[in-house]
């Protein structure tokens, strides 16, 4: 270790990995349009938050753009036809998650026309006022195309309401082999220039930084030419490092602020925005289109052809490495099937999963590149702790979680823990730190849950009870009630009989 | 001044009476799993080792050594200490229930705990004032304390470790305290 | 021998008054540790324990004749929470591999008879006489009190299905 290197030890600038970046030579290729496959399969959960509603039945036609599923609850997006023809089925199917789980998708039959439902664009977006322009992105169904798929109204909405001060456009793309992001900023610079501009009218933001790893030459210049005229635009390169386009990560670098760990970006004055996404917005609010189609890289060892290729929603992983090439050896040598970035992606069960709002690139790797290996004990090393983005102490976080002992791996920061995979990766033991984390994660989640469940529960007994009561009481009250009528009623009859009997007396005497 | 202070030190740390003189092995094997608890059981014997050196020494040398009847010392001696345990059990049960259910069993087998008993006939050999007694029964509590609870930080530890299945639960903890008194043999060094 | 026999009878004496005073101020009103457990149960008193309601659950858990895991709503949460507060150390593991279930009814068997909702400590099956009777997802405990209520076998316990929402990624075996 130079002393350059052990000065940035010190300084806590050290954190982060180098993975080989794999992005060329799919990176260097221009995207191919993808046709429309015959079937598309759009889940109706794309983004984070609550799944939107079907709003169409079986058999019934739409037309290219159309709403099919609406927006469900305050987080939440709507989904639109990515091409006209017929709703075949509302079921489920496969969902592009390692459970191999199932959710509930609408399936739609091109009719190959490919027509579009009549759009309404706006040609000056700058006179709109910002609310305005936060629904109209919400009713096109963007969300992040960076992978986490949140809803970009909410965001956009809550940072004009919390004073948001800078929009940090996320053009780091820090996955490996990942190039979509990188493919459209060298090929619609100028598009997204534009989309920047309208989302900070949108939030009001003053400025928008770009960063960009510097491993992207090209894009960077292509960006810095289209932002040449704007002035509160600014192209920032940054280090190529892992995980450099995490939210919290490239705010720091670029503004040299620090997220809260109990708060949110939007605290410290700040949104991010992927540069992808900035494209869909301009597309929602100049053309007035949904977002119905997105750039998917194709990579790994064992495609054919990798590259970008530009697909519709819906389209079955399967059809797109077939058009991508396919796999060599007819997928003789795959070890692995991944959709998104290699590091935070999802290993799905098989190809036939469709590609979704977030889905930003499908890879097929071969035994070389997954180079699983049984983990050995613990060193204590100290790679995973030098490498945490978050500060963590993983390999502390993990001996607790394996013991169950969840709350002290709390105490330890676990919460803070973003699942990047950097510890997972540095470990030479190959300990899956990482897995150790996200199961924690989803434990401590079924954990809430069941108290909540449990509270319910109990206000649900006590209802219950307080309402055995108040019907015994009221039981009682009632017959109370009935028996006090009865006598009343049996006294007024015996007083009129008395009074019949005397006034009888009386007539008689 | 300084012999309240090398006495402290004597009986917390060069004669512990745990690592040492082998003395209350029972609740540092047993109530040693976690730091809480091993804290609450120190806390408890201190208090009992207290009060029983203070009453042990009136007793002896207000009631048995005038009336001649030494050989009645552990008898009597055992009759306070159960007496003391009980009441610092209602004490505990009242004040902290969590405590009490954690200590369990372990808490009125601090009336068997030779520690407490050990420490009394020891003032009695070693003709100590009562001060002193005093003294000798707060450093060796402090001593058991320390012992009680680096011994649980250290099974704390040990919990999280991958264990060679022959080794897990009581031997690696046997291992463990072993290690931890050829540690504690160190400050014999001391030479005070 | 006279002065041994006096001394120790009255250093016997004296020890026992004082304890039993000291007993008298010290004296602790039913078992807080108890109730402290019973706050954390469900309160449903479904019976499925084995005890008459939560409370006799609670206090055979701390008598040490119920195992912690002996509630069957209360779950993994509620057996390491009570673990945790006796000190205790459980075998979680028995309670894994079943899965939480809840009460399904049959609607073509149903009659409407509405016995099981009378019996329901959670009030969470609805429906009137006559009419097909349903049971409330969130509201069931899953505690089976109404299966043996129901005169056609129209109520049956089913797993609750694992949805993407509820999906927990395994822990990994090794390391």
């Not at chain 1, 490919?114 to 109209?136: H, N, V």
């Not at chain 1, 993983?394 to 995979?421: F, H, Q, T, V, W």
């Not at chain 1, 307080?466 to 049996?490: G, T």
């Not at chain 2, 040693?32 to 002896?60: H, N, P, Q």
Request: net charge neutral; with cysteine; glycine share 10%.
């Amino acid at each position: 270790m130079g002393f350059m290197n052990l000065f940035k030890h010190f300084l806590g600038d050290d954190w982060g990995v180098h993975p080989d970046d794999h992005k060329r030579p799919a990176a260097d290729r221009p995207v191919r349009v993808m046709p429309v496959p015959a079937k598309l399969y759009l889940p109706l959960q794309q983004h984070l938050g609550g799944p939107a509603r079907p709003v169409v039945l079986v058999g019934q036609k739409v037309k290219k753009g159309e709403l099919i599923a609406e927006a469900q609850g305050a987080v939440s997006a709507p989904i639109h036809a990515p091409t006209s023809g017929t709703i075949a089925a509302v079921t489920e199917i496969t969902a592009p998650h390692p459970s191999g789980l199932t959710l509930a998708a609408i399936i739609l039959e091109s009719d190959g026309l490919d027509e579009w439902i009549e759009l309404s664009g706006c040609d000056d977006p700058f006179a709109l006022d910002p609310a305005e322009i936060g629904k109209r992105v919400g009713a096109a169904g963007v969300v992040g195309l960076g992978g986490a798929a949140f809803p970009s109204a909410v965001k956009l909405t809550g940072a004009s309401r919390s004073k948001v001060t800078t929009l940090i456009m996320n053009g780091g793309e820090c996955e490996p082999y990942l190039s979509c992001d990188d493919r459209q900023m060298r090929d619609s610079a100028a598009g997204i220039v534009d989309g920047i501009r309208i989302m900070l009218h949108a939030t009001g933001a003053k400025v928008a930084l770009v960063g960009i790893e510097d491993n992207k030459p090209e894009a960077i210049a292509a960006m810095r030419a289209a932002a040449a005229g704007v002035a509160n635009v600014e192209i920032r390169p940054v280090p190529a490092r892992y995980p450099m386009g995490s939210e919290k990560q490239l705010i720091q670098v670029l503004t040299g602020k620090e997220v809260p760990a109990d708060g949110r970006a939007f605290d410290i004055g700040v949104i991010v925005h992927n540069v992808g996404t900035a494209l869909a917005v301009r597309a929602a609010i100049r053309d007035g289109k949904p977002l119905i189609s997105r750039v998917v890289t194709v990579n790994g060892n064992c495609a054919t052809d990798p590259g970008n290729i530009e697909v519709r929603v819906g389209t079955l992983a399967e059809e797109v490495i077939a058009f991508a090439g396919g796999l060599k050896g007819d997928g003789l040598g795959l070890a692995r099937r991944v959709m998104g970035g290699p590091m935070m992606g999802m290993q799905i069960p098989h190809w036939r999963v469709p590609v979704v709002k977030g889905s930003s690139g499908i890879l097929a790797f071969d035994a070389a590149e997954v180079a699983e290996q049984e983990p050995n004990p613990c060193i204590r090393c100290g790679s995973c702790v030098k490498a945490c983005p978050m500060g963590l102490l993983p390999l502390e976080m993990s001996a607790r979680i394996r013991n169950e002992a969840y709350d002290e791996a709390i105490g330890l920061g676990l919460k803070d823990c973003i699942a990047c995979g950097c510890c997972a990766y540095v470990c030479p033991s190959k300990i899956p730190l990482v897995q150790f984390f996200v199961h924690a994660k989803g434990e401590l989640a079924t954990q809430d849950r069941a108290k909540l469940r449990n509270d319910a529960t109990k206000k649900l007994a006590l209802q219950r009870q307080d309402r055995l009561e108040r019907e015994n009481r009221e039981k009682v009250e009632a017959a109370a009630k009935r028996k006090a009528e009865r006598e009343a009623a049996a006294a007024a009859k015996a007083a009129a009989a008395t009074a019949a009997a005397t006034e009888k007396q009386g007539e008689t005497a | 001044m300084s012999e309240i202070l090398l006495l402290l030190l004597s009986t917390a740390l060069v004669n512990n009476v745990v690592l040492i003189k082998f003395l209350g092995l029972c609740p540092v094997m047993g109530v040693s799993k976690s730091v809480d608890s091993a804290l609450g059981m120190g806390l408890a014997t201190t208090f009992v080792l207290m009060l029983a050196s203070a009453a042990s020494w009136m007793l002896d040398n207000w009631l048995l050594q005038p009336l001649g009847l030494g050989y009645l010392r552990i008898l009597t001696f055992i009759l306070v200490i159960a007496s003391v345990v009980q009441f610092t059990e209602m004490f505990v049960k009242k004040t902290s229930p969590g405590l009490y259910q954690s200590l369990g069993i372990y808490l009125p087998l601090i009336t068997t705990n030779c520690a407490v008993l050990g420490v009394a006939l020891l003032n009695v050999q070693q003709q100590f004032s009562l001060f002193k007694s005093l003294l000798y029964g707060f450093g060796s509590a402090l001593g058991f304390t320390l012992v009680l609870l680096i011994f649980a930080g250290l099974r704390e530890r040990v919990a999280l470790a991958r264990v060679p299945a022959a080794f897990a639960g009581a031997p690696v903890a046997f291992i463990t305290i072993s290690l931890l008194a050829l540690a504690f043999m160190g400050f014999s060094g001391l030479n005070v | 021998m006279i002065a041994a026999i006096l001394s120790l009878t009255i250093l016997g004496a004296v020890l026992g008054i004082a304890l039993g005073i000291a007993n008298r101020f010290l004296k602790v009103e039913g078992n807080p540790i108890v109730e402290e457990l019973v706050d954390l149960m469900p309160g449903s008193n479904c019976g499925q324990c084995g005890f008459p309601g939560c409370i006799g659950a609670a206090e055979a858990i701390v008598a040490g004749t119920a195992a912690a895991t002996c509630c069957p709503p209360g779950g993994k949460m509620l057996a390491s929470a009570i673990a945790a507060k006796l000190g205790l150390s459980v075998d979680l593991s028995a309670l894994g591999d079943d899965g939480p279930k809840i009460a399904i009814v049959a609607e073509e068997l149903c009659i409407g008879c509405c016995r099981c909702s009378k019996v329901c400590p959670t009030d969470a099956i609805i429906g009137a006489a006559k009419q097909v009777h349903n049971v409330f997802r969130e509201a069931c405990t899953g505690c089976a009190s109404c299966i043996d209520k129901c005169p056609t076998e129209a109520m049956v316990m089913r797993p609750v299905p694992v949805t993407l929402q509820h999906w927990v990624m395994p822990k990994p075996l090794t390391a």
